[in-house]
């Protein structure tokens, strides 16, 4: 290795950056007898350099490999291999950085289960469950730690640990119930607002159909989603089966008046277009939409299939619309429900709805503490509960 570094920097100076090292094997069969070689891919120190010259890999025969060598093999020069531009290499070298702070990530979590050890081993199991249900270790922690000063050190009962956690569970999960028509403030006006693909223009024909069709109330829907025109179709359609009207605007001044113009309806839904957390223009744009429109409620529509980091940044960014409810879609794809708990213990919003499938109008129902808290305490599928 030594050597290998003296020969690049007598080709590239003594500044040379070390861009990536590795032990290679040429000649042979299948790279078994082969010569072992060191592969180093340097380029010049100078941040002036070109990006599209190449940076060459160069591959020398180790230390331990030349001790063997004859005069006229050590003599020898290195070989080069290909040449391998910058904008090459940048892509291996960030995925390998990548790997590598996912391996950091992975040994520091276990290094924290570890210290589960001390528990009795149902507890510590439990511990270790949640985690991998998706609850945050904080939570995790505080929840197995209330269960030990309730039930002490002998713990054996792993159905009694459960049935406690899952009424510490549900005493965490805030819960909002569903939405309640108030006749004084008629129409009652509800705004859901979230990401694309979370399912907003399917859950807003679940919630007319379910108002409209079984509780016969005077449903309105308005949409403000002109950017996707399927997406206007097919509120359109969910609109004529159900029976309800239907008004398409463009500006807050026109929502404004769409909201006014349906003052006979009991409940005004309105769908918004899907905004980019990270978009905060779009989203201080519909802010002027929501300002407009004055809604009794802003739902947050999540999908609780995303992870536990999108769904807090979520969370966090669309804090500006003035959001007091969460819906969350897509349980029946779900493969863990503790980021649920974990985004509702740090929200400040409660539970108003979750949906389980695709069909209008069934797959969509209120948000009960206790089934949330068995799907996350048991890791129990869906159709389980």
């Known amino acids: 290795m ?113 210290d589960a050890g001390s528990l009795p081993e149902v507890l510590a199991d439990t511990f270790v469950e949640l985690i991998q249900r998706q609850v945050g270790e904080d939570i995790a922690g505080r929840l197995v730690e209330r269960v030990r000063h309730e039930l002490g050190d002998n713990v054996h009962s792993r159905a009694a640990v459960y049935e406690r956690l899952a009424q510490y569970v549900e005493s965490m999960l805030p819960v909002a119930g569903p939405i309640r028509l108030d006749p004084a403030r008629s129409p009652t006006v509800i705004a859901l607002v979230g990401p694309t693909g979370v399912g907003k223009t399917t859950t807003i024909a679940k919630l007319a159909a379910n108002f409209s069709l079984r509780e016969g109330r005077k449903v ?98 669309f804090r500006l619309l003035g959001v007091n409810r969460v819906i969350f879609t897509k349980l029946d794809e779900a493969i863990g429900f503790g980021s649920i708990l974990t985004c509702l213990a740090r929200a400040e919003a409660r539970l108003s709805y979750v949906t389980t499938g695709q069909d209008v109008p069934d797959d969509i129902q209120v948000g009960r503490g206790r089934t949330l808290a068995h799907l996350i305490v048991k890791g129990s599928r869906l159709a389980a509960v």
């Open 220 to 317: 309105g829907l308005i949409t403000i989603d002109t950017y996707r025109i399927a997406a206007v179709e097919q509120l359109r359609t969910f609109a004529d089966i159900i029976g309800v009207p239907l008004e398409v605007v463009g500006t807050p001044t026109e929502l404004g008046k769409a909201v006014h113009r349906m003052r006979d309806r009991d409940l005004v839904l309105l769908d918004t277009a899907g905004r980019s957390p990270a978009d905060t223009a779009r989203l201080q744009e519909l802010r002027a939409f929501l300002d407009e429109a004055r809604p009794h409620e802003v739902h947050l529509v999540l999908a609780s299939t995303c992870s536990q980091g999108v769904l807090l940044d979520t969370l966090e960014r």
């Open 2 to 114: 030594a050597e290998a570094l003296d020969q690049v920097k007598r080709r590239f100076g003594r500044d040379a950056v070390i861009l990536h090292t590795r032990s290679v094997r040429t000649g042979g069969l299948f790279g078994l007898g082969g010569e072992p070689l060191v592969e180093i891919t340097a380029a010049p120190g100078s941040c002036s350099f070109d990006l599209r010259k190449a940076a060459r890999p160069a591959r020398v025969p180790p230390e331990s490999g030349r001790r063997n060598a004859g005069p006229k093999e050590t003599a020898e020069p290195m070989t080069t291999a290909a040449s391998v531009s910058l904008e090459e290499t940048a892509p291996r070298l960030l995925e390998e950085l990548s790997s590598l702070k996912t391996l950091v990530h992975r040994l520091a979590s276990r290094a924290r289960q570890a």
